[in-house]
């Protein structure tokens, strides 16, 4: 599914997690992500922003999951997340 062949939601959700999670909005971003996952199962980018989001929240064993998932779609962010290994909440 290309960029012009997403749908309006899944477009709109993945900016707004970025703006929502640094002001502490987790559960709006964590539904945004949930959206877009929903609009479509393999879309790296969400399963990465809602990994953040899930890390933000002390959700450490969901968070990692997700950055793993992400990579495993081929998403060098998740990757990169993943890696690292999610060891204390970041905020």
């Known amino acids: 599914m ?18 929502l999670t640094p002001i ?5 971003a ?5 959206t877009a ?6 879309f790296p ?3 990465n922003n809602r990994g ?6 002390g ?7 997700d950055y793993e998932m992400s990579c495993n779609m081929g998403n060098e962010l998740g990757c990169k997340n993943y890696k690292r290994g999610v060891r ?3 905020n």
């Open 2 to 19: 290309g960029p012009s062949q997403r749908p309006p939601a899944l477009l709109l959700s993945i900016p707004r997690t970025k703006w």
């Open 24 to 28: 502490g909005k987790l559960k709006e």
């Open 30 to 34: 964590l539904q945004d992500c949930n």
């Open 37 to 42: 996952i929903g609009i479509n199962p393999y």
């Open 45 to 47: 980018l969400a399963y």
């Open 52 to 57: 953040y989001a899930l890390e933000l929240s």
């Open 59 to 65: 959700q450490l064993p969901q968070a990692t999951l």
């Open 88 to 90: 204390t909440p970041l």
